[in-house]
């Protein structure tokens, strides 16, 4: 009987340990929200894989997540980027970083208003790399 007890309480922490990440070998990453000037996008909200309330970016534009989970961002508040757009009155530029501000391109990534539907990727746009189109108070899903 006490052999029995052993067992499951053993399996249950296998069950455990894997509902939490604990037996994937997967670990936090961290990226960040930038401008083209490098300066953070902080305040910006979002939500990952199972995360059941949303987060929003820290001062230095910080959000992290395990690689696999897809991250929704929320937009509302800024203009977008479409630089072939004149009509827009102000661009914003957006791109996502590591902690040495390497830009992270080939990031694929969905939006509910910018090409709906359709799986886009980040890209060099020539002032920096990790840069992704969006528009005015879009949200948008990156599978990480």
């Known amino acids: 009987m006490k052999s029995l007890k052993m067992a499951l ?3 249950g922490v296998i069950v455990a340990l894997n509902g939490c990440g604990g037996g994937g ?3 936090l990453t961290t990226l960040f929200l930038v401008d083209e000037n490098g300066a953070s996008y902080a305040g910006i909200p979002y939500i990952c894989g199972p995360m059941e309330v ?3 970016t820290a001062p230095n534009g910080e959000f992290s997540f395990y690689p ?3 991250c929704t961002f929320d937009f509302t508040g800024l203009y977008g980027t479409d630089p072939l757009d004149p009509t827009v ?3 914003e530029f957006i791109y996502i970083v590591d902690d040495l501000d390497r830009g992270k391109n080939g990031i694929p990534y969905e939006c509910e208003f910018f090409n709906a539907g359709v799986i886009n990727y980040t890209y060099d746009d020539g002032i920096w790399d990790g840069a992704f189109d ?3 108070d879009d949200a948008c899903v990156f599978y990480l």
Do not use: I, K, R
Request: charged share 15%; aromatic share 12%; no cysteine.
């Open 134 to 136: 969006y528009d005015a």
């Open 25 to 27: 070998g997967s670990s």
């Open 68 to 70: 696999g989970e897809d």
């Open 9 to 11: 309480v053993s399996l």
């Open 89 to 91: 009155p102000f661009n």
């Open 54 to 56: 949303a987060a929003v």
